[in-house]
C-alpha cells in the first residue's frame, strides 16, 4: 500500500443514458467497489456513442488518474464503438485478437454462430491485456491504466471482479453518518467551526426531506479511525449544544 | 425553433455521489426534461467538492455547449463551494445579493433565523440572475449560459421548472423501442444493415438478461417521423426475416 492513495475516473459511454431512456448504475457500483478498496474515486464522465467525445474523454482522464474505467460500447453491433475509439486514443492498431477469438469459439462452439457480429467483440487493440468474463465470455481489456468493460451490469461485475485484485488497494476511506435531526442552516455555522477543528476528515452535510419538513445528514470520512471518532463526537457535542 | 438543436450538459457536484454513498438522480431527471424539449444532452459529469476541479469543468462544458446545469453545492454548509467556483470560472466577484437576501428573509422573517450560514446561501456571483425556488426560497441563479441549481431533487426540479420555459425548445427527438427476443450477436450484422440504409435514424441496441437468457432491445431515434416509421419497419422486417 502507498502512502498515495490511487484514483480513479469511470467514463460510461452510451446514448441511451444520456436521453434518459437507461439510468446509469455501473457508476454507483464501481463508486462503492473502489470505496471498499481504498481508492479515490475522482470523476464520473457519461458521454454519447460519438467516437471525437469517447477518445477525448479517455485522454483526459487516463493522464490524470490511477486507473480509468470505461463502461459500455463493447458489443457485437454496428453502435459498439469502445475498442476502436480506444485504440484511437492510444494511437495503436486494432484487430482481431486470436485469444478473444478462442474465448468466443468456446461458447459458441458451432462455427455458424460466430458470426460477423460476434466476431466484432474479439477486436481488441494491440496490446492489451484480455479480462475475462464467466458471464457472457465476451472479453473486456486493459491497455496500459485503462480497463474497458462491458455496459450490462452483471458482465461489468464479473469484470470488476476478475481486476479487482490487481489494483493498488488503499487504505479504506471510513465513515460515520449523523442525523442532524436539524435544519442544515441551522446548523452550518457550529458544524463549519467543528469541520475547521478536525483538518484531518472531510465533513459533508447532505439535506433531505422527511415527514418533519427539511433534516440533514452530517457525513464524515478519514483515513484515520482517531481522527474519526473525534470529529464525530465534536459533531454530536455540538448538536447537542443545540438542543 | 432553431435547426440546429441547442446541446446541454450537466454538471454533479458532490462527494456523495463519488463514494457511491448516493445516488444521483437528477442528471437522469434533467435529461428526460431536456429530451422532452428537444434539445440534445452531450455529457454529464460528475465530480468532486473541489473548487479546482469545478472550475474546470464548468468552463469545459459551458464553452462547447448551448446550456450547462449544475446541481449541488449551493447551501449554506462549509461544504458549498459551487457558487463562489462559479464566480472563479467567470471572473467575476461574488457577495451576498441583496435580491437574494430578500428571498430568504421572506422565508426566516426572524432575524435569528437568517444566520450567518442561511446569508452563505445569497452569495451570488455579479451580473447573475435569480432563479426562484418555492420549496426552500434559497434561489439558484443563471450566469450568462450556465443554470445553477441545488442538489435536493424537489428543489432541483422546481428550479427547472422555472426556467424551462426560457430554454431553446427544438423538435423533440422520437423514439420506438423494439423488443428483438433474440440474441444481439444474432441481429448485429443485418441491424447494421438496416442503420446504413437508414441513415436519418439512430438505431442502438441494447442487450439486458431476461428469463430466457440473453435478449436485446432495440431504439430507433430521429427528429423525422416518417424517418422513423420506415426505419422501425424494417428493424421489424429484418427481425421476421429470421424466425
New interface residues.
Partial sequence: MSNTPATAAVL?IG???????????N?????????NIGID?????????DEA?IVEAINALRARNTYLFTTGGI??????ITADSVAKAFGVGIDHDPRAVAMLRER?PNAA?L????L??ARIPFGADLIANKV?KAPGFRLENVFVFAG?P?IMQAMLDEVGPTLAAGVK?L?ESVRADAK??????P??AV??AHPGV????????DEGG?NTNI?I?SRDPEALAAAKAAVEAMLAGLR
Avoid: C, W
Fill in positions: 460510461v446514448d441511451e443514458v444520456l436521453s434518459g431512456r437507461t439510468r446509469d448504475s457508476s454507483g457500483y464501481i463508486a462503492q467497489y473502489l470505496t474515486l475522482k470523476e464520473v464522465r457519461v458521454v454519447a456513442d467525445a458489443g457485437p453491433t454496428h453502435d459498439d459458441f454462430d458470426n460477423e457480429g460476434r466484432r467483440m457472457s450490462v452483471s476511506v465513515s442544515e442552516g441551522d446548523i452550518a455555522t458544524l463549519g469541520q475547521k472531510a465533513i459533508g452535510s447532505y439535506p433531505f426531506v427539511f457525513v470520512r
